[in-house]
């Protein structure tokens, strides 16, 4: 099976711009969560997506948005880029099957934006 | 805040057996125990997970304490390849709702050395 994708790999913006990154996962996984990995801060939780509907939301301002399609591809935006945003964008899927579930997320290879 | 604590950083010698402590003394019942590590700049790679009894797969074992408390990751053999930060994370199982979030601390950096 193939694993999470995510495009582009490697992306130069400047101040002032948009940018949508996009993510695939794996065949048959229902829910797609998005995380930001700066070295000062870290890795952090963005947005959850399960169904085209955003179930989880991260402490992250309403310039970073997304939307999940109906094969469960999401896409992510960041509007009026900054400088601070410029790090590594990681895209996760699960099965998210219902029930007990302890749905492991696996990782794609990132984005990574760089903001001039 | 994670809810976690590991070691910033720990050196194993190549085919010696890396021991990676975590602690979670607040863990909750219904949390379970995930590893992953991520190599340089690549995305984070699942390992393993346990919630009471001790796991292992092609990759790892996974040894929680009978109090939940702390827990050991195993790589039984270390390789060069093994070189990488690695995360514990406690998360709460779900029935079927929203998955939650993986609360990433900073993580172990293992060094294998030749």
């Known amino acids: 099976k193939a694993g999470v994708t995510q495009t582009p790999r490697y992306l130069i913006k400047t101040r002032g711009q948009q940018v949508t990154l996009s993510c695939s996962p794996i065949s048959g996984h229902r829910s797609v969560s998005w995380y930001q990995q700066t070295p000062g801060q870290g890795l952090q939780f963005l947005f959850e997506y399960f169904s085209e509907t955003q179930r989880n939301k991260g402490?992250?301002?309403?310039?970073?948005?997304?939307?999940?399609?109906?094969?469960?591809?999401?896409?992510?935006?960041?509007?009026?880029?900054?400088?601070?945003?410029?790090?590594?964008?990681?895209?996760?899927s699960s099965l998210s099957s219902g029930g007990l579930s302890t749905d492991t997320q696996y990782f794609g290879p990132g984005t990574r934006l760089t903001v001039l | 805040?994670?809810?976690?604590?590991?070691?910033?950083?720990?050196?194993?010698?190549?085919?010696?057996?890396?021991?990676?402590?975590?602690?979670?003394?607040?863990?909750?019942?219904?949390?379970?125990?995930?590893?992953?590590?991520?190599?340089?700049?690549?995305?984070?790679?699942?390992?393993?997970?346990?919630?009471?009894?001790?796991?292992?797969?092609?990759?790892?074992?996974?040894?929680?304490?009978?109090?939940?408390?702390?827990?050991?990751?195993?790589?039984p053999h270390a390789t060069l390849r093994d070189t990488a930060v690695y995360y514990c994370i406690v998360r709460v199982g779900n029935y079927g709702g929203s998955q939650g979030n993986l609360i990433f601390g900073k993580g172990t950096k293992l060094s294998v050395k030749p």
């Open chain 2, 1 to 75: 805040d994670a809810k976690t604590t590991q070691p910033p950083s720990m050196d194993c010698a190549e085919g010696r057996a890396a021991n990676l402590p975590c602690n979670h003394s607040t863990i909750s019942g219904n949390e379970y125990v995930y590893w992953y590590r991520q190599i340089h700049s690549q995305g984070p790679q699942y390992i393993i997970h346990g919630l009471k009894n001790n796991e292992t797969n092609e990759m790892a074992s996974l040894i929680i304490t009978e109090d939940r408390k702390s827990s050991t990751l195993i790589l």
């Open chain 1, 59 to 92: 402490n992250f301002p309403g310039r970073f948005s997304g939307r999940q399609f109906s094969n469960s591809r999401s896409e992510m935006n960041v509007s009026t880029l900054e400088l601070g945003d410029s790090a590594l964008y990681l895209c996760a």
